[in-house]
């Protein structure tokens, strides 16, 4: 380890900086990690830490590491082109149906192919699975039930989870009575029942763009159409757009992920997001908020729920614990406002009720504070594999790809050259042992072809370096005419 030699000439705060960087060079620090204190290498190095502050404070204003409340300063990806926002191309859109319907069924086939590398699919919790305490606490659950395990359960889901589950609505400022939330089958659940709710076959359904094409087969299957509003890479769903889209078209409701979007990892602020819902009420339109990723957010506080802001009952809001806790366990729920009692009547007649084991389970996990304790290190663990891929793609992919920069999630959107088609070498990807989700999946129009989603949601091992490798080498190789 280099020490600093105060007999040199140089600065001791250069010396610092000279530190940092052959500790970035050797390997020793990657983006994402968290460096020294400022007490730590003040009395390492046996100087000031106002001294080693400068140092940093430099480093910061060169864009080489970053600084975070109350946590530290962190190294940065430093080659990464960030994906800016591309308002100035965007064109109007109208009603479509899927144009890739085949591509996205692909795209999930090639997530369970075994030996393969899965960056094709969102599951946060990979980064850090709670397995274990799950385990554990189911095993306490079955030891106090026996027989109940396997009964039917209310059709609104566990009495005691949903009220865990108001209490967090609560603290938002979220005025919820647990007998209006609606435990469902994961968050795909919810949003079908909240669809139904609120709209008939031929209506259409405003949705992000680019939108999480589980969405968009949603609607599609629900007889309705899907109409594309555009989304900001860094504050989400624009307003003034969607202002212009409700004008040109009856849209009956929006579905939206606005607190935090999937694939572009963007966030609505808090003011942007109660204009929304202002306007939206204004016009007697629904807002069906997808919140699956609300508490995997990289900023310093939570985004507020939609719910908060509605005047007349027209939010619906769904989530689940598929993304922060237990996928396989298909646990989500849904608040619905007005409409709770036809949402329950559609529950009944679509499923009659979620498994209660799962449910006793998770209930367990919020009341024990595990379940919070465990969010707070996914969340620093996504945070790092972010960076860590940032860095990665920009490494090994042409210096003309960008690289959103999410504001929380599990997800990079990456865009290519216009003339790449990324759904053209998605099938040589598998061939090499390596799935990403191509652009075109993302838009019922068939948009984004010179797109792909990448997941950081991931176990980091030398297998992900080198499937970034292998996809970079297939940017590069796609032949220009």
């Known amino acids: ?15 610092v900086i000279d530190f940092v960087e052959f500790q970035q060079q050797s390997g020793a620090i990657r983006p994402g990690d968290k460096l020294p204190s400022l007490r730590k290498l003040s009395r390492q190095f046996e100087i000031s830490v106002p001294t080693v502050k400068q140092a940093y404070l430099e480093l910061e204003r060169q864009g080489s590491i970053s600084a975070r409340p109350q ?38 086939d090639a997530v ?27 095993r306490s659950v079955l030891s106090r039930v026996s027989e109940k395990a396997v009964s039917y359960g209310p059709i609104n889901g566990d009495p005691k989870l949903r009220l865990n589950l108001a209490f967090r609505y609560q603290e938002q400022g979220v005025s919820v009575n647990h007998e209006d939330l609606i435990i469902t089958n994961g968050a795909q659940e919810a949003l079908s029942i909240a669809l139904q709710c609120v709209a008939e076959r031929g209506d259409i359904i405003a949705v992000e763009s680019p939108c999480y094409f589980g969405l968009i087969e949603l609607i599609e299957s629900l007889g309705m159409k899907a109409l594309e509003v555009y989304t900001c890479t860094e504050d989400g769903v624009c307003v003034v757009e969607l202002a212009k889209v409700i004008k040109q078209h009856s849209v009956k409701a929006c579905l939206f992920s606005s607190a935090i979007s999937n694939p572009l990892g963007s966030m609505m602020t808090d003011k942007q997001r109660q204009a929304m819902v202002k306007l939206l009420e204004k016009n007697n339109i629904v807002l069906i ?36 806790a237990a996928p396989g366990y298909r646990v989500g729920w ?23 084991l799962q449910q006793w389970t998770l209930s367990d996990y919020l009341m024990s504070g595990e379940y919070d304790r465990h969010l707070q290190v996914l969340r620093k663990t996504l945070r790092y594999n972010c960076e860590r891929m940032r860095a990665l793609i920009a490494e090994h992919f042409p210096d003309q790809v960008c690289i959103s920069k999410p504001k929380g999630g599990s997800v990079l959107w990456v865009r290519c050259r216009s003339h790449v088609d990324t759904s053209q070498f998605f099938k040589q990807a598998i061939a090499q042992g390596v799935n990403f989700a191509p652009g075109e999946v993302f838009s019922p129009s068939g948009k ?34």
């Open 71 to 108: 946590s530290g300063y962190y190294l940065k990806a430093k080659q990464a082109r960030t994906l800016l926002p591309m308002r100035a191309i965007w064109a109007s859109c109208e009603p479509a149906e899927i144009s890739c319907r085949s591509l996205i069924e692909q795209v999930y």
């Open 334 to 356: 849904l608040l619905a406002g007005k409409f709770e009692e036809k949402a329950k009547r559609i529950k009944r007649a679509q499923s009659c009720s979620t498994s209660m």
């Open 289 to 324: 908020e997808d919140e699956v990723y609300s508490d995997l957010y990289f900023t310093e506080h939570r985004p507020v729920s939609a719910q908060l802001y509605s005047e007349k009952g027209l939010v619906l809001t769904c989530s689940s614990f598929s993304k922060t």
């Open 448 to 481: 984004y072809k010179n797109y792909m989603r990448i997941s950081y949601g991931v176990q980091w091992s030398e297998k992900i370096d080198q499937a970034i490798q292998v996809l970079g080498q297939l940017v590069y190789d796609y032949p220009e005419s």
């Open 1 to 15: 380890m280099r020490l600093v030699d105060k007999s040199s000439p140089y600065f001791l705060y250069q010396q």
């Open 112 to 138: 369970h192919m075994p030996d393969s590398v899965a960056l094709g699919i969102s599951n946060p919790v990979n980064a850090h699975p709670p397995d274990k305490t799950l385990a554990r606490l189911m």
